[in-house]
């Protein structure tokens, strides 16, 4: 099982551009790497998922460099909605391997005004 | 669609008792999974299941069982409260592309 590492707790300002990290360096070959969000007292809710170099979506962008041992979750233009925790979770997919999803501790953001 | 639906909401239970965690899902997914959140932490896995009638523990499973007799359900069964249950549950469903769908949690306090 891949573990994954990330730090703590980060903090930032409205407007801008935040990067959260998360370490997973026994990843598996078939592993996928998915970030979810989580607010207080809700279910975490998926962000972003990718398997290697860059993925974009409309809230998010997704880096995996080429040995892919870390990822990076970059958030443009923060708010201070986007205050939450962050979660990496890698795990592969299949119907033969949809087994154990191991959540980090994740990375709690706070967006300042 | 209802996505994934827990019930209880809120439960509180004397030590010693027993009780089920109840977790639907209407997305014909193959995958359902429990997680525990305690105050200030990260998620668990307690168990899960790639499909019906199969199912494996996670990395809390002690305390609890579970069943999955059909694709759509998957209860969550604690044979002894104790007050370490106190947590939030959370059931987890997804389907081969990988996005985990949570359910609103279950609040349970064991007093």
């Known amino acids: 099982l891949a573990k994954t590492t990330q730090p703590i707790s980060m903090d930032s300002y409205e407007g801008q551009e935040v990067n959260i990290t998360c370490s997973h360096n026994n990843i598996a070959t078939n592993d996928y790497i998915t970030w979810y969000q989580q607010f207080p007292s809700q279910g975490p809710r998926f962000i972003i998922q990718?398997?290697?170099t860059k993925v974009t979506n409309e809230v998010a962008s997704l880096f995996i460099p080429a040995d892919r041992k870390s990822s990076t979750l970059s958030l443009p233009r923060v708010s201070l909605s986007d205050t939450a925790v962050y979660y990496c979770l890698v795990g592969s997919f299949g119907s033969s391997n949809t087994g154990k999803l191991i959540f980090g501790q994740g990375t709690t953001l706070q967006v300042k005004p | 669609n209802a996505g994934v639906t827990q019930t209880p909401k809120f439960q509180v239970l004397k030590t010693g008792q027993s009780m089920t965690l109840q977790c639907a899902q209407d997305?014909?997914?193959?995958?359902m999974s429990w997680y525990r959140q305690d105050p200030g932490m990260g998620l668990r896995l307690i168990h899960y299941s790639v499909g019906a009638g199969i199912t494996d523990q996670g990395e809390v499973p002690n305390g609890y069982n579970v069943s999955r007799s059909t694709t759509e359900d998957f209860p969550l069964r604690l044979l002894s409260a104790a007050p370490s249950q106190t947590s939030v549950y959370f059931c987890a469903s997804r389907w081969n592309t990988g996005e985990l769908f949570f359910g609103e949690g279950s609040r349970l306090t064991v007093l």
């Open positions: 997305m014909n997914h193959e995958y």
């Open positions: 990718g398997y290697k």
